[in-house]
């Protein structure tokens, strides 16, 4: 069994930036290196949806249309910790954000087997 805990999340104007983070801890001598990890949201009246998958440190590497270019996924192993990294934020980020961790590389929530409890991001003025 995994634990994941993110944090991070918070008020901001739109324009601004935070900096979320996902610690997975398992069993002794686990290792989140073989797992794609996977950011997820989900805003209030709609369904959950993918924002950024992983896998292999940045050889596989994917963010949804919405947030390309303002948004960077960053892993680091030793720490069993990854990242996001969300600037330039609009009102349409708001949602509840997930980490999560699976085996599959997709954007289908369904395919990841372990998940975070989620950290609230508001985007507002």
């Known amino acids: 069994q995994l634990q994941l805990v993110e944090s991070g999340g918070g008020l901001v104007q739109p324009g601004g930036s935070l900096r979320l983070s996902c610690t997975v801890s398992?069993?002794?001598?686990?290792?989140?290196?073989?797992?794609?990890v996977g950011w997820f949201r989900q805003a209030p009246g709609k369904e959950r949806e993918g924002v950024s998958l992983?896998?292999?440190?940045?050889?596989?590497?994917s963010y949804a249309d919405s947030v390309k270019g303002r948004f960077t996924f960053s892993r680091d192993n030793a720490s069993n910790t990854v990242h996001l990294r969300m600037t330039d934020l609009k009102a349409e980020d708001t949602a509840i954000y997930y980490c999560?961790?699976?085996?599959?590389?997709?954007?289908?929530?369904?395919?990841?087997?372990?998940w975070g409890q989620g950290t609230q991001v508001t985007v507002s003025s």
């Open positions: 999560a961790v699976g085996t599959t590389y997709s954007w289908a929530s369904s395919r990841f087997d372990y």
């Open positions: 398992g069993p002794s001598g686990f290792s989140l290196e073989p797992y794609v």
């Open positions: 992983d896998k292999t440190s940045a050889m596989f590497r």
